[in-house]
T-cell receptor, first 110, second 114 residues
Framework: DAKTTQPPSMDCAEGRAANLPCNHSTISGNEYVYWYRQIHSQGPQYIIHGLKNNETNEMASLIITEDRKSSTLILPHATLRDTAVYYCIVRETSGSRLTFGEGTQLTVNP | DSGVTQTPKHLITATGQRVTLRCSPR?????VYWYQQSLDQGLQFLIQYYNGEERAKGNILERFSAQQFPDLHSELNLSSLELGDSALYFC?????????????FGPGTRLTVT
């Protein structure tokens, strides 16, 4: 699986959009971008995934650049409950395991 | 609530002992995955079962073993425990193997080896 690079930490004000970047410059054509988050010591939670088109669901939006070498997870109106470690994972279509990196610790401040 | 259940929530045991962690996947999910999260290693994939068969192996020690039963629940057995085995152990499940179905994680079992 392609390696990802994320900033170790970010802060966001409550009610504002949180934009979490991820670099995956070695991504190959059959690899998807997945985002999970882990609220302190709880099990990781699936957020969203995409291949090359932008995706949106009830939790977040995923913007993937045209060259697919980077992506941004957007939480449109961050709340205190969004404070968590966010993991960007690049995963093959035929793969099953998830390879977690260090992730980004997002802290939403009141 | 992901629908994946894990028992026990906490486990404290001594070095050299053996423990069994249990996982019940979401209804209808055939794949079960085990992950270990320790302070120094982060979240690491251990092993995957699909419909009772071992499908993929990760960084699982020989002292550890797992199985998936006909009712699809899974157990992770850890033996000859060492202090370094202290960690959070997560189970996840998904609908199918080798497809891009998201994995749903349980709440984890916190193992403390003293």
């Amino acid at each position: 699986d392609a390696k990802t690079t994320q900033p170790p930490s970010m802060d966001c004000a409550e009610g504002r959009a949180a934009n979490l970047p991820c670099n995956h410059s070695t991504i190959s054509g059959n690899e998807y971008v997945y985002w999970y988050r882990q609220i302190h010591s709880q099990g990781p939670q699936y957020i969203i995934h995409g291949l090359k088109n932008n995706e949106t669901n009830e939790m977040a939006s995923l913007i993937i650049t045209e060259d697919r070498k980077s992506s941004t997870l957007i939480l449109p109106h961050a709340t205190l409950r969004d404070t968590a470690v966010y993991y960007c994972i690049v995963r093959e279509t035929s793969g099953s395991r998830l390879t977690f990196g260090e992730g980004t610790q997002l802290t939403v401040n009141p | 609530d992901s629908g994946v259940t894990q028992t026990p929530k906490h486990l404290i045991t001594a070095t050299g002992q053996r423990v069994t962690l249990r996982c019940s996947p979401r209804s209808g999910d055939l794949s079960v995955y085990w992950y270990q999260q320790s302070l120094d290693q982060g979240l690491q994939f251990l092993i995957q079962y699909y419909n009772g068969e071992e499908r993929a192996k990760g960084n699982i020690l020989e002292r550890f073993s797992a199985q998936q039963f006909p009712d699809l629940h899974s157990e992770l057995n850890l033996s000859s425990l060492e202090l370094g085995d202290s960690a959070l152990y997560f189970c996840a499940s998904s609908v199918e193997d080798r497809r891009l179905y998201e994995q749903y994680f349980g709440p984890g079992t916190r193992l403390t080896v003293t």
